[in-house]
């Protein structure tokens, strides 16, 4: 017997002395970071809202309870029970099914009519159906990213649930040797700009930390050859660890697939969902500018099929000898300061990522406040001798302004911003900007890249500040759904059409601007070039959800959506497939 399962066994009794005899065990298995206990009685179970938290002090793990599968009523029988339950003005928006977990997903205008008066109405349906509702807020503007990455972890549950074994095994594994030490090696983005990778070591575990691309540098990826990393074999890398969905930290994770790594990825939930569209599109630029992409679509499915999501806060054990937590970086959305704490929390290091320390208008500053830590590797790209951040008031006036003067000679104002996290809080400054008269009301064109992101940022309110989630959530406050907002995506008649014709802003994708590729490159501050000749442009309002859809035409409508966000810079001719995460639904595109 391994010590894995000599292990189990130990865990298996502490829980047969903790768990009431009336309640039946009927299996106990490491999934990823958590210790997942299957039963027969799941209601009386959840009945006992105690037994979860002295199982969890006790073992001192993270624990999941599911139902056994023997016990879950039948999806159709089962939906029907759950819109029975749960009353009408939780307005339920969709009901998914997952038999892998033993989770039913619903999705609801109200979540908290769902989960009703100290979980009551959770309670009931577990005990009425057998699954476990976990109970989401219906996003405002849906997003094909997040539905295709969602169906696809769905469709491969079963390769998933062995992944997810074969890392809680590795996880909890007896460590080789006793002596403590730790050491950090930097695989790039030191005396550079870009590629960031870092592995941190010690005698039993290899972590490493992002792996991003060097904006403007074709073929330079991190050093990944060294001894520390994949010199000595891509098995020897127990997890990565991505800190956020930007190229120059994130690009050439799926490389790594590629490269033979099959391991973990641990990320916050946007992070994983971001990381798709991104790397997706990635690819597809490269296609586009003749260069050779660095890895295929199917590496991004492996990639996000190796996502293991955390929520800030958690402490998560991730090797025999390292926790892992996440906290909030306020760069963009889901970006995360990662924290181990290494053997018995007598040493603890923090690596940045990339930081921004006050309040945004999307998010709250960095959390900077750490139980412990020994050693902090620190982000310092705008950290040069002549740098310095620009007020963010001056930088909103100076934009104002040159909106103001262009719309004055019957210009247009080109914007390009990164697709992820400066796009939206520009969006936002131009919204307020219209709506308290500062600026003429001007349409604002946006490409497809950037309103897919800002459709993802809708989907996770958890991640932003309290009074944004709350705007959004209000049709009529709702900054993202101002009518002033169009997507565009390839198609040259209307990109004519607006390029003809009456003032506008448009925000192309960032390839169009040279070194504005990563989230380094543009700077609202920066004069923002005016001309006639925007990004092709085809109108598409925000989609509100609304009824509850099937899988088939849920994928169907997240694949012609994920194509129609293709977009080309004005002199490149549009392509119409696009690769999504869900493979099943585009074998046919290009990107292979
Ligand atoms: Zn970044």
């Excluded at 295709?148 to 992944?163: A, P």
């Excluded at 996880?171 to 930097?186: G, K, L």
């Amino acid at each position: 017997m391994s010590t894995v399962d000599k292990q189990l066994e130990g865990v298996k009794a502490t829980i047969d002395d903790v768990v009431p005899r009336r309640i039946s065990i009927s299996d106990v298995t490491y999934e990823g970071p958590e210790l997942v206990i299957y039963t027969r009685d799941p209601a009386e179970f959840a009945a006992d809202t105690e037994l979860v938290r002295q199982l969890a002090s006790t073992l001192r793990k993270r624990i999941t309870v599911r139902p056994d599968p023997s016990v879950l009523t039948r999806p159709g029988d089962a939906e029907r029970v759950i819109r029975d339950v749960v009353p009408d003005d939780a307005g339920v928006t969709d009901i998914e099914f997952d038999r892998e977990t033993g989770e039913v997903r619903i999705e609801a205008r109200d979540p908290g009519a769902v989960i009703g008066r100290g979980g009551e109405t959770r309670r009931e349906i577990t005990a009425a159906v057998g699954w476990t509702p976990e109970v989401v807020r219906s996003a405002p503007i849906e997003s094909s990213t997040v539905d295709n990455v969602r169906s696809f972890l769905g469709q491969e549950r079963e390769e998933r649930r062995t992944i997810l074994e074969r890392v809680g095994r590795q996880i909890h594994r007896e460590p080789m040797s006793d002596d403590e030490w730790v050491r950090i090696t930097s695989l790039g983005c030191c005396r550079e700009v870009g590629r960031a990778a870092f592995v941190i070591s010690t005698p039993n575990t290899r972590i490493l930390v992002d792996c991003g691309e060097k904006p403007g540098a074709n073929g330079e990826t991190p050093y990944l050859d060294v001894p520390e990393a994949l010199g000595s074999g891509a098995s020897t890398i127990d997890a990565v660890v991505l800190t956020h969905a930007h190229l120059d930290h994130a690009a050439l994770v799926p490389l790594l697939y590629e490269r033979g790594y099959d391991g973990p990825i641990y990320c916050t939930e946007p992070t994983r969902d971001l990381l798709g569209l991104l790397t997706l599109d990635y690819i597809d630029s490269a296609n586009a500018d003749g260069r050779t992409p660095p890895y295929d679509s199917e590496m991004v499915r492996e990639a996000i099929k190796h996502t293991i999501t955390l929520e800030y806060g958690d402490v998560t054990d991730i090797a025999p000898d390292v926790k892992l937590t996440l906290h909030n970086a306020g760069h963009v959305l889901g970006s995360s300061v990662v924290h181990f704490h290494v053997g018995e929390g007598l040493y603890n290091v923090a690596f940045s990522g990339d930081i921004h320390y006050s309040d945004t208008r999307l998010l709250d500053g960095a959390v900077n406040q750490f139980p412990r830590v020994e050693t902090l590797v620190l982000e310092s790209t705008y950290g040069g001798r002549n740098d310095y951040q620009t007020d963010q008031n001056d930088s909103e006036r100076k934009l104002k302004q040159v909106v103001r003067d262009t719309a004055d000679r019957g210009g247009t104002v080109l914007v390009p911003t990164e697709a992820v996290g400066r796009a939206q809080e520009v969006m936002l400054v131009l919204a307020e900007a219209m709506r308290e008269g500062e600026i003429p009301d001007l349409p604002i064109y946006l490409d497809g890249m950037v309103w897919e992101a800002t459709a993802v940022h809708t989907t996770y309110p958890e991640f932003l500040r309290d009074d944004m989630a709350d705007r959004i959530f209000d049709a009529d406050e709702n900054p993202f759904l101002s009518d002033q907002f169009h997507a565009f995506d390839g198609d040259d008649a209307e990109r004519e059409s607006i390029a003809g014709g009456d003032p506008a802003i448009v925000s192309p994708r960032p390839g169009c601007s040279p070194g504005a590729r990563s989230d380094r490159g543009s700077n609202t501050s920066a004069p923002i070039p005016t001309r006639r000749s925007p990004s092709s442009i085809t109108r598409r309002r925000g989609r509100r959800a609304g009824a509850s859809r099937t899988g088939s035409e849920r994928l169907r409508r997240a694949t012609a959506a994920a194509r129609r966000s293709t977009c080309r810079c004005a002199s490149r001719p549009s392509t119409a497939s696009r690769a999504t995460p869900t493979g099943r639904a585009s074998r046919t595109s290009s990107t292979r």
